[in-house]
């Protein structure tokens, strides 16, 4: 699953980045409405987690326009606005569903696999290239016979690489789509990760591009 977090408090961004990394989910995370728009035009999200309170161009008008231009994502409202006028604002607008501030990480979870539910929009719960299988719910990797459950950083760098088969994918995606700041990356992660991943199926599972980046291949060889 991928989601566009679009949040520009950083201590509540930060916060549910790292919450919804620990569950396996990859997260694209957008500080200010243009930043959002942007993201949520030429991106494969699952769901749009939209803070109304932007600067700028506000989540309303962010909303409005996104879905005038007829694009459905599920959306849900990350919201300080309690009133019910607010409330059924933005579910006019065209979101699905909104939380209040402050909220549990389990109340938002729960709505998050709801709207995906009512739009039928849950991703695959299975993904496969390259001869690997990759089981969403459990983390679980197959490959060649052998099925291991990786931990969430190797389990997030395959996602990356499965999702784009036969597309090399250079270091500096790989990082931001798996580390929540640069800040937490050594200069050799990716290539750490790497290894351990081959060190439980085979060298051949990820195939390096010197200079370039990586790949997982569309067919197995």
């Known amino acids: 699953m991928r989601i566009l977090l679009i949040e520009d408090d950083p201590m509540i961004g930060q916060s549910l980045s790292r919450a919804l990394h620990e569950q396996g989910i990859l997260v694209e995370w957008a500080r200010d409405g243009e930043q959002g728009e942007a993201a ?10 939209l803070d109304i309170g932007l600067p700028g161009q506000s989540g ?9 231009a007829t694009v459905d994502t599920p959306v849900v409202v ?8 607010s409330r059924v604002a933005v579910l006019d607008l065209g979101a699905d569903d909104y939380v209040v501030k402050p909220f549990e990480l389990r ?14 929009r849950r991703p695959r719960s ?6 690997l299988t990759i089981d969403l719910a459990t983390h679980v990797v197959s490959y060649r016979q052998k099925a291991i459950r990786l931990p969430t950083r190797e389990f997030a760098l395959l996602q990356v ?22 800040d937490e990356i050594e200069s050799n992660a990716v290539d750490v990760l790497i ?27």
């Open 40 to 49: 949520w035009h030429r991106g494969d999200h699952s769901v749009v987690l």
């Open 60 to 68: 309303v008008d962010l909303l409005r326009t996104v879905r005038a």
């Open 78 to 85: 990350i919201t300080a606005r309690a009133e019910i006028d």
């Open 107 to 120: 109340e938002l979870f729960a709505r998050i696999r709801a709207v995906m539910r009512r739009h039928d």
């Open 126 to 131: 299975i993904l496969v290239a390259g001869g």
């Open 161 to 182: 690489l499965v999702r784009q088969p036969g597309k090399i994918v250079p270091r500096d995606i790989i990082e931001r789509e798996i580390y929540l700041s640069l």
């Open 195 to 221: 290894h351990s991943i081959r060190r439980k199926f085979d060298r051949e599972i990820i195939r390096n591009v010197r200079g370039a980046g990586w790949l997982v291949i569309k067919d197995a060889s």
